[in-house]
């Protein structure tokens, strides 16, 4: 059974820091891209980050670049978001997905899904 595990949310004041880290098993996932995305109460689900499956290529959502960076280790399987500066609109569940592409593409493309893990920034 294939499964997308994220950890690492938790409480944390504005200004802070956070790595998020989201383990996959159940097949691998080295040759496909993989994403992170956000959902805040009453909103839509947000694109974060996205990775390439070598790693060479990265996307970020605008309201995150230059704080958080998405980084993967392929022999661990898993992918990681190191978010810094964080802000209290920061605070959602952030989700991991892995992409049937090996390059990052359209949200449609994400098709393995992790349950999330929560963030919550406090000013």
């Known amino acids: 059974q294939v499964q997308l595990v994220e950890s690492g949310g938790g409480l944390v004041q504005a200004g802070g820091s956070l790595r998020l880290s989201c383990a996959a098993s159940g097949r691998t996932f080295s040759r496909n891209a993989m994403g992170w995305f956000r959902q805040a109460p009453g909103k839509e689900r947000e694109f974060v980050a996205a990775?390439?499956?070598?790693?060479?290529?990265?996307y970020y959502g605008d309201s995150v670049k230059g704080r958080f960076t998405i980084s993967r280790d392929n022999a661990k399987n898993t992918v990681y978001l190191q978010m810094n500066s964080l802000k209290p609109e920061d605070t959602a569940v952030y989700s991991c997905?892995?992409?049937?592409?090996?390059?990052?593409?359209?949200?449609?493309?994400?098709?393995?899904w992790g349950q999330g893990t929560q963030v919550t920034v406090s000013s």
């Open positions: 990775i390439s499956w070598s790693g060479a290529i990265t």
């Open positions: 997905a892995a992409s049937l592409s090996v390059v990052p593409g359209p949200s449609h493309e994400y098709t393995y």
